[in-house]
């Protein structure tokens, strides 16, 4: 399995012959063979995870598809694009979706897919979107303990799902607080290999996280990300 980080939250998953786009909203896209089936998700209309750009790689892509949050309202090729709302499920040819209630807005994604030549090997990726434990310390108690229990109910229903690769908001604007959904769901939900985004460039929060003795159950698992298009190569 390859993975390519685009930048802030747009991540591209290859698997065999399968395709998987998330929250590009700019940026240079990788190269993919255009024979390769493609699915692109945008978790919500919020202009740093959607760019109505994605349009036109069908173009490029014929066995292309778009599973587009609901909020989305910029309309594609009527015939490739699902919209979903929250607490979905959907299936196509090579993958299976089930969406989450975003703690801001639009969904998460989980999405299951079974590659060729991989005799079977079922792989299991989720994408937060902007699923997060948001705390904003001006927003006051009220609102923050409505976050911490939207958050933590939602990732709750995941648990006993074996996640192969997970992308995961780590945003330094919620300061001493940048951390606590990461942690979270590193913590109850059995995740092989983690790759923080929403970070706004600010990549020197990877190297916060790594010296933060929160994560110190975890920290072999999580990807550090250094700059857009970083390549990794996951082996299983």
Request: aromatic share 14%; hydrophobic share 35%; with cysteine.
């Amino acid at each position: 399995m390859k993975v390519t980080y685009i930048g802030h939250s747009g991540y591209m998953v290859e698997a065999g012959d399968v395709v998987l786009i998330f929250d590009y909203y700019h940026g240079k896209m990788p190269e993919v063979s255009p024979t390769a089936k493609v699915y692109v998700f945008a978790s919500h209309v919020h202009p740093d995870h959607f760019n109505k750009k994605i349009f036109e790689w069908e173009k490029k892509y014929s066995n292309i598809r778009y599973i587009l949050s609901d909020d989305i309202k910029a309309k594609g090729p009527e015939e490739k694009v699902t919209y979903v709302g929250p607490w979905q499920e959907l299936e196509f040819e090579e993958i299976k979706v089930r969406t989450l209630r975003s703690t801001d807005e639009g969904v998460a994604f989980l999405v299951r897919c079974i590659p060729e030549g991989t005799k079977g090997r079922e792989k299991v990726i989720y994408h937060a979107g902007d699923l997060n434990w948001w705390h904003w310390v001006e927003e006051g108690e009220t609102y923050n303990e409505m976050m911490r229990q939207r958050y933590q109910r939602e990732i709750r229903k995941m648990e006993g799902i074996n996640v192969d690769v997970a992308f995961l908001t780590l945003d330094p604007r919620q300061e001493e607080q940048y951390l606590w959904g990461f942690d979270y769901f590193m913590r109850h939900i059995d995740t092989k290999c983690a790759f923080p985004m929403h970070m706004w460039n600010h990549y020197e929060t990877c190297d916060r996280l790594y010296q933060d003795p929160l994560s110190e159950p975890y920290r072999n698992k999580v990807m550090r990300i250094r700059e857009d298009l970083q390549v990794f190569e996951i082996g299983f």
